[in-house]
């Protein structure tokens, strides 16, 4: 029988020791996501790259794998925002702060409400030697086109949606970059609980290692 992600991710909690084996905890009578969220607070110079390596070095996998998800905090510089599967064992050890991992249930059936905020690149795709590129859209209108053409592969009815324009700008390694992404808002309605998580889990666009995807949901 194939697992739910719910079901994976309740055993890779077990296996971590996070929570205790229970029977028949493949039944979800609730339709929900169990995560762990935290902040952790970086030198205010301190670039989405070296963040994700740092946060790499703690879950031992990258961003977008399933493990965890990040987001810059828009008003503090060096901090961001930690969503996982299972909090990690070890802290980053170039944080400055850091908050205890809280555990997160967001019931999920279908049919729910929420408020929304995602910051995200997507574009045009081109493969050139193996090798992907995206080219991002250059209008709000093709960012909310873009959502509500894929909403029901992400698992998601969109209600409200408002789109603003944004560009990512730092240095890393002598090198200057520039990443141009959207920040969507508004509201949704579940409209497919098990496709949702995996998007909650997995993130959505590129650059999902310099803290874009990570879809933030508020009743």
């Known amino acids: ?26 039944k979800m009578d609730l339709p929900k996501l169990d995560t762990f969220e935290t902040a952790v607070t970086f030198g205010p110079d301190c670039d989405p790259v070296s963040a994700h390596e740092e946060l790499m070095a703690a879950f031992g996998q990258k961003a977008g794998t399933g493990r965890f998800l990040f ?3 828009s008003s503090v510089a060096g901090r961001y925002w930690v969503r996982s599967v299972v909090p990690w064992k070890q802290q980053p050890p170039a944080a400055i702060n850091v908050i205890s991992p809280k555990r997160i249930v967001t019931q999920l059936a279908e049919g729910l409400m929420y408020h929304f905020s995602l910051a ?3 574009g045009d795709v081109d493969f ?7 080219k991002p859209y250059k ?13 029901q592969e992400f698992g998601v009815r969109p209600i409200m949606v408002s789109v603003a324009l944004k560009e990512l700008h730092f ?3 002598g090198s200057s970059y520039r990443v141009s992404y959207a920040v969507l808002e508004g509201a949704l ?9 995996r998007r909650l889990l997995r993130g959505f ?15």
């Open 139 to 151: 209008t709000a209108g093709q960012y909310e086109a873009w959502f509500a053409e894929n909403a």
């Open 189 to 197: 309605e579940v409209g497919d609980t098990e496709l949702l998580i």
């Open 205 to 219: 666009g590129s650059h999902r290692r310099l803290g874009l995807g990570m879809l933030k949901l508020q009743s």
């Open 128 to 134: 050139s030697d193996g090798r992907k590129f995206v």
């Open 171 to 173: 240095h890393h390694g």
């Open 120 to 122: 995200v690149c997507v």
């Open 1 to 26: 029988m194939t697992q739910s992600v719910q079901e994976r991710v309740r055993l890779a909690q077990i296996r971590s020791g996070v929570v205790e084996a229970e029977a028949g905890f493949t």
């Open 71 to 73: 987001a810059a905090d």
